[in-house]
C-alpha cells in the first residue's frame, strides 16, 4: 500500500527522509545501477513514479503566470505560458523526459537484441540462475565461472544487470554454455518496477 500523503506531511515537518516501498526499491536500484541501461531504465521508472505525485508537491505554488512568460515578459520556447502553473510546466517537463528516455532504452535493447541474436546463431546453451534477490546467483557465477567476474554483496539488489559469463561445463573444456545471472525477484514488487 502507498502511504503519499502520510509521507509527505511526515518529510515536511520532521526533515528526515521517509519513503514509501516504491521509493525506497528505486532508491535502491539508483544505486545500484552500473550499467547504462540500468541507469536509464531507474531514472525512468523514478520519473513515471514522480509523474502522479506531483499534485501534492505543488499545491503553494498553483499560482498561474499571467501575461508573457519570461525574463522581462518575453517569451520563448519551452517557457512557461499564460495561464500556465508550475505544476503544468513541470509534468510537461517530465513527461518530455520520459519520452527521450524510453527512446535511449530502445536504441540500448536493439543492440542488446543484436547480440542475443548472435548468441543464438553460435549453439551454445544459455542457462540462466534465477532466484530471489540476495540468494546467491551472482556467487554461483563467480564459482562457475572460476573468478569474481560479477559484483558479489550481501545486499537486496546488488546485481541490477543481467550479466552472462562462458563455462565449460566437463574437464577436457569441450562443452561451453553461457551462464546468465539476473535480477532477483522480491515479493510484491510494483508492476510498474518490471
Known amino acids: 500500500?502507498?502511504?503519499?500523503?502520510?509521507?509527505?506531511?511526515?518529510?515536511?515537518?520532521?526533515?528526515?527522509?521517509?519513503?514509501?516501498?516504491?521509493?525506497?526499491?528505486?532508491?535502491?536500484?539508483?544505486?545500484?545501477?552500473?550499467?547504462?541501461?540500468?541507469?536509464?531504465?531507474?531514472?525512468?521508472?523514478?520519473?513515471?513514479?514522480?509523474?502522479?505525485?506531483?499534485?501534492?508537491?505543488?499545491?503553494?505554488?498553483?499560482?498561474?503566470?499571467?501575461?508573457?512568460?519570461?525574463?522581462?515578459?518575453?517569451?520563448?520556447?519551452?517557457?512557461?505560458?499564460?495561464?500556465?502553473?508550475q505544476l503544468e510546466v513541470d509534468r510537461r517537463e517530465i513527461a518530455a523526459r520520459i519520452a527521450h528516455l524510453k527512446k535511449e532504452i530502445e536504441k540500448v535493447r536493439a543492440h542488446r537484441r543484436r547480440y542475443r541474436a548472435q548468441r543464438q546463431r553460435s549453439a551454445i546453451p544459455v542457462i540462466a540462475i534465477v532466484a530471489y534477490t540476495n540468494t546467491g546467483k551472482s556467487t554461483l557465477l563467480n564459482t562457475l565461472v572460476g573468478s569474481q567476474a560479477v559484483l558479489t554483496a550481501d545486499q537486496l539488489f546488488a546485481t541490477l544487470d543481467p550479466t552472462t559469463r562462458r563455462v565449460t561445463l566437463d574437464v577436457h573444456g569441450k562443452r561451453p554454455a553461457l551462464f546468465t545471472d539476473t535480477v532477483g525477484f522480491i515479493q510484491k514488487l510494483p508492476t510498474t518496477l518490471v
Open 1 to 85: 500500500r502507498e502511504l503519499e500523503g502520510i509521507l509527505n506531511n511526515n518529510n515536511a515537518e520532521g526533515g528526515v527522509k521517509v519513503l514509501d516501498r516504491t521509493a525506497l526499491i528505486l532508491d535502491i536500484f539508483a544505486q545500484h545501477a552500473h550499467t547504462r541501461e540500468g541507469a536509464l531504465q531507474v531514472e525512468l521508472a523514478q520519473y513515471e513514479y514522480r509523474l502522479p505525485r506531483l499534485t501534492r508537491q505543488w499545491t503553494h505554488l498553483a499560482r498561474q503566470a499571467g501575461g508573457a512568460a519570461g525574463r522581462g515578459g518575453i517569451g520563448g520556447v519551452g517557457l512557461r505560458g499564460p495561464g500556465e502553473t
